[in-house]
């Protein structure tokens, strides 16, 4: 067990090395010069740029440009954005607001999700089963920003139960509607998946034997049908993670959230490659340790999966 | 097989509410372990009020801040020589006079006693030492190019001082420009010419996180910008000028996208917003009442046809085309439905609320809706040399700029008969950078808003020859001859004559076609009172008292 | 009363009489029994199958030949003077911001629509099955290799990746593009669910009696495993196809979707919500359209699921 954890942290390192290198080369292939875009719709001197071009080492080709990033990088110096901000301290403070942001998210659609879609799966073909299916069918169809607008407009601004957006320092209270809006993104997933999940593992013999033994219904379905059934949910909650981590940025904009989304969508627009870089260095990090854990998680959730031989 | 079946079949009506009763818990539970860390409001200072405003996009260095976000901070926390009134006239700030007698060298003299909030006086040199500065080839800044006019600069090679700038005594210096430029004394309230205190050139990085001015605010704390949140400033109790605040301070929140502002200024999160969002165009007057503010302001908007496209050169076709297209545009319908009137149809080059502004310039009329005409124009220019293919206008489409690029092309393609459409670019970055290359080949979107109301400066940088920000590449002899002209005048009512005058060769020649200015929009909420928005858009934060 | 003697010489019935032959029995003259063929048997007698295999028909000959199915075209005489309008007699659900019909725009945006859900749905499915089929299955470093190769997929973000396509093929912003922008780095959740379905999968029984029975791994892999793991791949793909639709919308509103002379729900959708609050009408319609055509493969999803699991057929 130890020894296949620390194989998988190593691994890393190339994932890591990979990652780096296909961000930066992206952020380098983004056609338009970043600099420019610092001047509005007003065109700098020609002289006034390149100075500018040499500060950034934007003038470099791009493989230095990124030797130049690592080197920084095992010095503990990430770089610094145009607005002179060190990205060590952009990542130190947008990060916490965001993993909050995430996990609170992710609770919600795994428990709603879990909880609908084990219902609608027992109840398969019925009207609860329906009922979640047009639910489920109208956050699949209507686009986050729709969603987070109206969200924010009905809870926050007409019935003011929520604040209409985050304020400084993102307390958790403030967090619970964007959260409620990101989940609604991987909600109708979850739903699905457990309840095919369950309507497959209610036939399996074990689930008959267990009937068959004059087991509670009470016991049967959270230990034998609902454990059995989650793997393929528990798996894509986790991917889902990282999907939150970076692709909060609509609602992270909408509910003016200080977290990762919002600034590295900046970062991109603005075409700022250190920080869009060390950005996904840390999601990296984030999502490779999510990963792990939910391999490790498979085994406690179905024995028969193991990892050492 | 039977008896396994009945598992399928159970009633679980109960097991149904218990899992809605469960997420009504966990929801009660974030809620309620929530409460307990519910942030304090500072409701002691109840008179700092709350604005909107966007993430500085550079340190807060005024020789280094040349967008809104930033310079709404600095205009705040320095005082210049002059600083501008709402209607855009300036008033003597920390200068206490302004004299010339050839628009070429000019004698400033500064209040005696002005200090900066750390006790340093402000004397002549704060203000040489940081235009010397932001001067230097060295430094590059990005406001490098307000200096270019004082004599001596030279944007290559780093230099510590300009031969223009002399420092007489400590409340007197004198400016030479490299040729007569009567607007000059108008020009000293933007934020590239405030004064630095002596201790920011020690460390002008440390400076910039935590800037030191003199100006009717200052910063609350030494940590009072948060990053990305919001930045805090109270009033200044040792500023002496005319912008003396009648509130304890302002806060500046930082918003990523106006939607978020306008949410919480309905939901009594903000005090004053300055941009009301395209998706609440066709609400806010509703929603605001007598507290929604809409009136013109110093932004011009226009789309520019480059002369290297083909069947638009500066000949009599390409004259021909644009002013058909001109023609062809319905302003007044489009600023009505896609604008609810939030913008005002354009009749010259400026802005309305610019001192020489005129609606009735020679040639004016090429900006009016008149189908019929620009069909015949078209047809003539047609018989010049045939039109083929699609007419297309460039936008950076990660602004709102869409709706109108398409509205503007429907007008174009129901009038003229011809294909229309715009051409998204999708980061700002990219649009510029193909605009200022040269490598665009179609018309693009252009905009101007004003750093100092002057009409000098919605005219030289955009359509003199070579001028910085001629993106269009126009060129005209005479329209640079009487631009020129209007320069050197001392006489300020000639000098805006002779600018109507060189509107009227642009409006022959079009470089770029007019389509409307942009009016300011906005918003307070009922526990601010005696709000005013300025010239430039931006809300006067010192006259703003708060219940 | 009979004369006959009783012939009954059993107090059990007789071999033949009983179910258990069945059991016995090899009719040699039947084909042998495929997963695929009794899936099909299954499906056809489903109402759901035909109901949603109509629906999702009529939408793709809506895509084909729009102009049999509205006369008008989408983006002339679009006059600000009808903006956001009201329905009439020819433009049955009304106008757009623009001035344009609703209707006509849904009609000629479906083949875009559609094509972007379906290059997407094929795209994440072909790469998250072979990779996801055989990390799960092999195992060790293979998995190592194919996992990890996700996982620097899927953590680039999808407006970075997004941007960076849509610019640098900014001649050719078409649907070809932006399905592989949505497409190419979304592929690593359905691989990772299925590698995990497959981890599970490969220990039951049959498969080890398959082994046991001397099949090769990879034909055990291909006939019991894959079939048996695809459960939650279908329900991820069939929803998959709804969400590229509304990513597309979402990049649209980000500012780098399809430009706008492409019709798209996705553009609609995205336009229409600067007008939420007005005409909510202009969003409802193109968001109905995308839900009818995501219900559709929703349910044939279904339908497609239930008959690739025998045991859960059995059971009806």
Same mark, same amino acid.
């Given at each position: 067990?130890?020894?296949?954890?620390?194989?998988?942290?190593?691994?890393?390192?190339?994932?890591?090395?990979?990652?780096?290198?296909?961000?930066?080369?992206?952020?380098?292939?983004?056609?338009?010069?970043?600099?420019?875009?610092?001047?509005?719709?007003?065109?700098?001197?020609?002289?006034?740029?390149?100075?500018?071009?040499?500060?950034?080492?934007?003038?470099?080709?791009?493989?230095?440009?990124?030797?130049?990033?690592?080197?920084?990088?095992?010095?503990?110096?990430?770089?610094?954005?145009?607005?002179?901000?060190?990205?060590?301290?952009?990542?130190?403070?947008?990060?916490?607001?965001?993993?909050?942001?995430?996990?609170?998210?992710?609770?919600?659609?795994?428990?709603?999700?879990?909880?609908?879609?084990?219902?609608?799966?027992?109840?398969?073909?019925?009207?609860?089963?329906?009922?979640?299916?047009?639910?489920?069918?109208?956050?699949?169809?209507?686009?986050?920003f729709?969603?987070?607008f109206?969200?924010?407009?009905?809870?926050?601004?007409?019935?003011?139960?929520?604040?209409?957006?985050?304020?400084?320092?993102?307390?958790?209270?403030?967090?619970?509607?964007?959260?409620?809006?990101?989940?609604?993104?991987?909600?109708?997933?979850?739903?699905?998946?457990?309840?095919?999940?369950?309507?497959?593992?209610?036939?399996?013999?074990?689930?008959?034997?267990?009937?068959?033994?004059?087991?509670?219904?009470?016991?049967?379905?959270?230990?034998?049908?609902?454990?059995?059934?989650?793997?393929?949910?528990?798996?894509?909650?986790?991917?889902?993670?990282?999907?939150?981590?970076?692709?909060?940025?609509?609602?992270?904009?909408?509910?003016?959230?200080?977290?990762?989304?919002?600034?590295?969508?900046?970062?991109?627009?603005?075409?700022?490659?250190?920080?869009?870089?060390?950005?996904?260095?840390?999601?990296?990090?984030?999502?490779?340790?999510?990963?792990?854990?939910?391999?490790?998680?498979?085994?406690?959730?179905?024995?028969?999966?193991?990892?050492?031989? | 097989?039977?008896?396994?079946?009945?598992?399928?079949?159970?009633?679980?009506?109960?097991?149904?509410?218990?899992?809605?009763?469960?997420?009504?818990?966990?929801?009660?539970?974030?809620?309620?372990?929530?409460?307990?860390?519910?942030?304090?409001?500072?409701?002691?200072?109840?008179?700092?009020?709350?604005?909107?405003?966007?993430?500085?996009?550079?340190?807060?260095?005024?020789?280094? %801040?040349?967008? !809104?976000?930033?310079?709404?901070?600095?205009? =705040?926390? +320095?005082?210049?020589?002059?600083? &501008?009134? /709402?209607?855009?006239?300036?008033?003597?700030?920390?200068?206490?006079?302004?004299?010339?007698?050839?628009?070429?060298?000019?004698?400033?003299?500064?209040?005696?006693?002005?200090?900066?909030?750390?006790?340093?006086?402000?004397?002549?040199?704060?203000?040489?030492?940081?235009?010397?500065?932001?001067?230097?080839?060295?430094?590059?800044?990005?406001?490098?190019?307000?200096?270019?006019?004082?004599?001596?600069?030279?944007?290559?090679?780093?230099?510590?001082?300009?031969?223009?700038?002399?420092?007489?005594?400590? %409340?007197?210096? !004198?400016?030479?420009?490299?040729?007569?430029? =009567?607007? +000059?004394?108008?020009?000293?309230? &933007?934020? /590239?010419?405030?004064?630095?205190?002596?201790?920011?050139?020690?460390?002008?990085?440390?400076?910039?996180?935590?800037?030191?001015?003199?100006?009717?605010?200052?910063?609350?704390?030494?940590?009072?910008?948060?990053?990305?949140?919001?930045?805090?400033?109270?009033?200044?109790?040792?500023?002496?000028?005319?912008?003396?605040?009648?509130?304890?301070?302002?806060?500046?929140?930082?918003?990523?996208s106006e939607d978020?502002?306008y949410?919480?200024?309905?939901?009594?999160?903000?005090?004053?917003?300055?941009s009301i969002p395209a998706a609440s165009l066709a609400n806010y007057k509703a929603d605001?009442?007598?507290?929604a503010v809409n009136q013109p302001a /110093?932004i011009f908007q226009s789309f520019?046809?480059?002369?290297?496209?083909?069947?638009?050169?500066?000949?009599?076709?390409?004259?021909?085309?644009?002013?058909?297209l001109s023609m062809a545009i319905n302003r007044p319908e489009i600023t009505k439905v896609i604008f609810q009137d939030t913008r005002t149809p354009a009749s010259?080059?400026?802005s309305p609320?610019?001192?020489?502004?005129?609606?009735?310039?020679?040639?004016?009329?090429?900006l009016t809706y008149n189908p019929?005409?620009a069909?015949?124009?078209?047809?003539?220019?047609?018989?010049?040399?045939?039109?083929?293919?699609?007419f297309q206008i460039g936008y950076n489409s990660d602004s709102s700029h869409q709706v109108w690029v398409d509205a503007v092309s429907n007008s174009i393609k129901n009038t003229l008969?011809?294909?229309a459409s715009g051409a998204p670019?999708?980061?700002?970055?990219?649009?510029?950078?193909?605009?200022?290359?040269?490598?665009?080949?179609?018309a693009f979107r252009t905009g101007?808003q004003?750093?100092?109301?002057?009409?000098?400066?919605?005219?030289?940088?955009?359509?003199?020859?070579?001028?910085?920000?001629?993106?269009?590449?126009?060129?005209?002899?005479?329209?640079?001859?009487?631009?020129?002209?209007?320069?050197?005048?001392?006489?300020?009512?000639?000098?805006?004559?002779?600018?109507?005058?060189?509107?009227?060769?642009?409006?022959?020649?079009?470089?770029a076609i007019p389509l409307w200015y942009a009016n300011v929009t906005g918003g307070?909420?009922?526990?601010?009172?005696?709000?005013?928005?300025?010239?430039?858009s931006?809300?006067?934060?010192?006259?703003?008292?708060?219940? | 009363?009979?004369?006959?003697?009783?012939?009954?010489?059993?107090?059990?019935?007789?071999?033949?009489?009983?179910?258990?032959?069945?059991?016995?029995?090899?009719?040699?003259?039947?084909?042998?029994?495929?997963?695929?063929?009794?899936?099909?048997?299954?499906?056809?007698?489903?109402?759901?199958?035909?109901?949603?295999?109509?629906?999702?028909?009529?939408?793709?000959?809506?895509?084909?030949?729009?102009?049999?199915?509205?006369?008008?075209?989408p983006n002339d005489n679009c006059v600000l003077s009808n903006s956001n309008g009201a329905?009439?007699?020819?433009h049955?659900?009304g106008f757009t911001k623009q001035g344009c019909d609703v209707?006509?725009r849904?009609?000629?945006?479906?083949?875009?629509?559609?094509?972007?859900?379906?290059?997407?749905?094929?795209?994440?499915?072909?790469?998250?099955?072979?990779?996801?089929?055989?990390?799960?299955?092999?195992?060790?470093?293979?998995?190592?290799?194919?996992?990890?190769?996700?996982?620097?997929?899927?953590?680039?973000?999808?407006?970075?990746?997004?941007?960076?396509?849509?610019?640098?093929?900014?001649?050719?912003?078409?649907?070809?593009?932006?399905?592989?922008?949505?497409?190419?780095?979304?592929?690593?959740?359905?691989?990772?669910?299925?590698?995990?379905?497959?981890?599970?999968?490969?220990?039951?029984?049959?498969?080890?009696?398959?082994?046991?029975?001397?099949?090769?791994?990879?034909?055990?892999?291909?006939?019991?495993?894959?079939?048996?793991?695809?459960?939650?791949?279908?329900?991820?793909?069939?929803?998959?196809?709804?969400?590229?639709?509304?990513?597309?919308?979402?990049?649209s509103f980000?500012g780098?979707g399809?430009p706008n002379t492409?019709m798209?729900?996705?553009n609609d959708i995205s336009a229409a919500q600067s007008d939420l609050r007005t005409a909510p009408q202009t969003l409802?319609?193109p968001?109905?359209?995308?839900?009818?055509?995501?219900?559709?493969?929703?349910?044939?999803?279904?339908?497609?699921?239930?008959?690739?699991?025998?045991?859960?057929?059995?059971?009806?």
């Open positions: 067990m130890a020894g296949y954890i620390l194989r998988r942290l190593l691994q890393a390192i190339p994932v890591l090395l990979g990652t780096t290198f296909l961000i930066y080369f992206m952020v380098f292939a983004m056609p338009g010069d970043p600099l420019l875009a610092l001047f509005g719709d007003k065109t700098p001197s020609p002289a006034l740029l390149e100075s500018l071009r040499q500060q950034y080492h934007l003038d470099q080709p791009f493989i230095i440009q990124y030797f130049l990033y690592l080197g920084g990088i095992f010095h503990g110096d990430f770089g610094t954005s145009f607005s002179g901000e060190p990205v060590a301290d952009i990542l130190a403070r947008t990060f916490p607001v965001t993993i909050r942001l995430a996990i609170m998210a992710l609770i919600i659609e795994f428990v709603g999700g879990v909880l609908i879609g084990l219902v609608s799966g027992l109840r398969k073909g019925k009207l609860f089963d329906a009922s979640a299916l047009v639910v489920s069918l109208i956050f699949i169809s209507l686009p986050i729709v969603i987070a109206v969200a924010q407009f009905i809870f926050g601004i007409q019935l003011g139960w929520a604040r209409t957006t985050v304020s400084s320092g993102a307390p958790i209270q403030d967090l619970i509607l964007p959260a409620f809006v990101l989940a609604s993104i991987t909600f109708a997933q979850i739903v699905r998946l457990t309840r095919a999940s369950v309507i497959e593992t209610q036939s399996l013999d074990f689930v008959r034997t267990a009937y068959g033994k004059g087991l509670s219904r009470r016991r049967i379905i959270p230990v034998h049908i609902l454990r059995n059934s989650l793997i393929p949910v528990v798996t894509y909650a986790a991917t889902d993670f990282g999907v939150l981590l970076v692709g909060a940025t609509v609602t992270e904009g909408i509910f003016n959230v200080p977290g990762v989304g919002r600034t590295l969508y900046q970062a991109i627009v603005r075409g700022e490659g250190p920080t869009v870089v060390s950005f996904v260095t840390v999601m990296v990090l984030i999502y490779l340790v999510v990963n792990l854990v939910v391999d490790l998680l498979y085994g406690l959730l179905d024995p028969r999966i193991r990892y050492v031989k | 097989m039977p008896a396994f079946c009945t598992g399928g079949k159970l009633k679980i009506r109960r097991y149904g509410i218990g899992a809605i009763a469960l997420v009504a818990a966990s929801a009660l539970a974030l809620s309620g372990c929530a409460s307990g860390s519910s942030t304090s409001t500072s409701a002691s200072s109840s008179a700092v009020i709350t604005a909107n405003g966007s993430e500085p996009q550079n340190p807060l260095i005024p020789t280094n %801040t040349n967008e !809104t976000g930033g310079g709404k901070i600095l205009d =705040s926390l +320095f005082a210049g020589l002059v600083y &501008y009134d /709402a209607t855009g006239k300036p008033v003597n700030d920390v200068a206490d006079s302004i004299t010339t007698d050839d628009a070429q060298t000019y004698t400033i003299k500064i209040k005696s006693g002005e200090k900066f909030t750390n006790g340093d006086p402000v004397t002549s040199s704060s203000f040489v030492d940081a235009w010397n500065y932001g001067a230097n080839a060295a430094n590059t800044q990005l406001n490098q190019s307000w200096f270019s006019i004082i004599q001596g600069f030279d944007e290559t090679n780093p230099q510590t001082s300009l031969s223009g700038l002399k420092v007489v005594d400590d %409340t007197t210096f !004198t400016v030479t420009l490299t040729e007569p430029l =009567s607007d +000059f004394p108008l020009r000293l309230g &933007y934020s /590239a010419y405030y004064p630095l205190p002596k201790e920011a050139f020690d460390d002008m990085a440390a400076y910039g996180q935590n800037p030191i001015g003199n100006g009717p605010y200052k910063l609350a704390s030494a940590d009072a910008w948060k990053h990305n949140e919001q930045i805090s400033l109270v009033a200044n109790s040792d500023y002496t000028g005319g912008r003396k605040p009648v509130n304890g301070g302002v806060t500046f929140k930082f918003y990523a978020a502002a949410a919480d200024l309905l939901g009594g999160n903000l005090d004053i917003l300055d605001l009442g007598d507290r /110093a520019t046809i480059p002369a290297s496209l083909a069947h638009f050169g500066n000949n009599q076709e390409g004259q021909l085309r644009r002013a058909a010259d080059f400026t609320v610019i001192d020489g502004w005129s609606d009735s310039l020679t040639g004016a009329d090429v019929d005409k069909k015949a124009l078209w047809a003539q220019a047609d018989a010049i040399s045939p039109w083929s293919g699609t008969g011809i294909d670019y999708p980061t700002f970055a990219e649009f510029r950078t193909a605009v200022t290359s040269g490598a665009i080949t179609t101007w004003a750093d100092y109301p002057g009409l000098y400066n919605f005219l030289q940088p955009l359509y003199a020859t070579n001028a910085s920000s001629n993106d269009g590449k126009y060129s005209s002899a005479e329209f640079d001859k009487i631009l020129a002209q209007g320069a050197s005048e001392t006489d300020a009512a000639a000098a805006n004559s002779d600018f109507q005058k060189a509107q009227e060769v642009l409006l022959k020649d079009l470089p307070y909420a009922d526990t601010v009172s005696n709000v005013q928005f300025g010239w430039n931006v809300p006067l934060y010192y006259e703003v008292t708060k219940s | 009363m009979s004369n006959n003697p009783p012939t009954q010489t059993h107090y059990v019935a007789p071999l033949e009489e009983t179910p258990l032959v069945a059991i016995d029995t090899v009719n040699v003259g039947e084909r042998p029994s495929n997963l695929w063929i009794d899936a099909w048997r299954d499906m056809r007698r489903r109402p759901m199958f035909w109901i949603s295999s109509v629906i999702i028909l009529l939408v793709v000959l809506v895509a084909l030949f729009p102009n049999l199915f509205t006369s008008v075209p329905p009439t007699a020819e049955i659900l209707f006509s849904i009609i000629h945006g479906t083949s875009t629509s559609l094509s972007v859900g379906i290059i997407v749905t094929v795209l994440t499915t072909v790469l998250g099955i072979l990779f996801g089929m055989f990390a799960g299955y092999y195992g060790g470093w293979l998995d190592s290799v194919l996992s990890r190769a996700g996982d620097i997929f899927f953590s680039i973000p999808y407006i970075l990746a997004a941007v960076v396509i849509m610019s640098v093929f900014s001649a050719y912003r078409n649907v070809f593009v932006i399905s592989l922008a949505i497409g190419i780095f979304a592929w690593p959740a359905t691989a990772r669910v299925l590698r995990a379905e497959i981890m599970r999968v490969k220990n039951s029984d049959y498969v080890m009696a398959s082994q046991a029975l001397g099949v090769s791994r990879f034909r055990i892999l291909l006939r019991h495993v894959l079939p048996n793991s695809i459960a939650p791949v279908i329900v991820v793909t069939t929803i998959s196809l709804g969400a590229a639709i509304v990513a597309e919308a979402t990049l980000l780098v399809l492409t798209s729900w996705g409802i319609y968001s109905l359209a995308l839900s009818i055509t995501v219900l559709s493969f929703i349910m044939l999803g279904e339908v497609v699921r239930d008959a690739l699991d025998p045991k859960a057929r059995a059971q009806r």
